[in-house]
């Protein structure tokens, strides 16, 4: 069950004297949490990182000019409800935009949580025709919104579905129900996720605290079943701003078999600039994993350029160009320079 405003002043995570001073963030961003993360939630700690993620604050009714709904330009690359095209080789299918829980920094916050949250079956039908009418398409990323919310019989008959394109040879699908929901992972919606293709589940978490035995166990009926699981974080102050955290956050999902994606800086979505810090900053975090934490721990750094242009790695690059032509200057992980080729010592 959903947990709203109501239930978070019912169970202390909001003041009650607060309630009504939040519910005009609500009314322009949805709010829900799950049991399971409420249940993460230590109500004393006023910094607390699940809380700051989850449990609504007035911050969000400040909106900076650099801001916008729709912050990587969704709607400019929609050629049909329900598909984003932005790559030549890849789309975004959006069959449900209702999430389990409301992300407070979310990029999609103003499409999500409304009442006509399923796509109509006319709209998934004129989707998947988008889809078989253009042979580029090799991969489906299927998003929304949280794809896990779907029924097992509603989510397999997509993936069988896709699975029918001749030209689709991989489908993805991005969720937070692992983390935010694990036991909705039953076998039957498992089993929906069965194909001769390749299918991928990229999972979202963004702090260690989220990895808990239960997400263990969830992540392991994704794995066991074939499926391999990557996952994606977004880069937030207050929430994993700190190395150490984003150390353990990656271990913690490696361990689980998890491998790291992308770690994301965060989009300029309408009232989230509290969450947000400087790109010299997350060059900085991300720096400081590398060399001392096994690369199976190292996501892309990525910015999704405001406008729909596309996400490219902003992480800290290592190599430039060195005095003479064809020589480089490449950093190694303590910070010293090295040349490449190295210099000829019998030389
Ligand atoms: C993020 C995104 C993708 C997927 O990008 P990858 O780099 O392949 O993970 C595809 N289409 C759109 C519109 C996106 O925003």
Request: contains cysteine; glycine residues 8%; hydrophobic residues 40%.
């Amino acid at each position: 069950m959903a947990l709203d405003l109501e239930d978070l002043a019912t169970r202390g995570l909001v003041a009650p004297e607060r309630v009504d001073e939040l519910r005009r963030v609500a009314e322009n961003f949805a709010v829900a949490l799950t049991d399971d993360v409420a249940g993460l939630i230590d109500p004393a700690d006023p910094a607390d990182p699940i809380a700051a993620q989850f449990v609504p604050h007035t911050d969000e009714l400040t909106v900076s000019p650099e801001e916008s709904r729709d912050p990587i330009a969704d709607e400019r690359w929609s050629p049909v409800p329900g598909i984003v095209h932005r790559y030549p080789d890849r789309v975004l299918l959006k069959p449900i935009l209702v999430c389990p829980v409301y992300c407070r920094f979310c990029f999609r916050r103003e499409q999500v949580g409304h009442e006509d949250a399923l796509v109509s079956p006319e709209e998934l039908s004129g989707a998947l025709d988008y889809i078989r009418a253009h042979p580029e398409i090799w991969e489906v990323i299927v998003t929304g919104g949280d794809p896990f919310l779907l029924s097992p019989r509603r989510l397999g008959a997509i993936v069988q579905a896709l699975e029918a394109i001749p030209h689709v040879a991989v489908i993805r699908i991005h969720t937070r129900v692992p983390i935010a929901d694990p036991r909705r992972v039953r076998p039957a919606l498992v089993t929906a996720l069965a194909a001769e293709k390749a299918v991928y589940v990229v999972v979202h978490a963004n702090h260690p605290r989220e990895l808990t035995d239960t997400v263990r166990g969830a992540i392991g009926r994704l794995t066991r079943a074939g499926i391999p699981v990557l996952s994606q974080s977004v880069l937030l102050r207050g929430v994993n701003d700190d190395p150490a955290v984003l150390e353990a956050l990656f271990r913690g999902l490696v361990a689980m078999r998890v491998k790291p994606y992308y770690l994301h800086h965060p989009d300029l979505a309408r009232g989230t600039a509290h969450f947000r810090l400087g790109i010299e900053e997350g060059q900085r975090l991300i720096g400081a994993l590398r060399g001392g934490v096994s690369g199976l721990c190292q996501p892309s750094y990525v910015l999704d350029i405001p406008g729909g242009h596309g996400k490219v790695p902003i992480g800290p690059h290592y190599a430039t160009p060195g005095p003479a032509p064809e020589q480089w200057l490449v950093e190694d992980p303590a910070g010293t320079r090295h040349r490449y080729p190295p210099a000829d010592e019998t030389g």
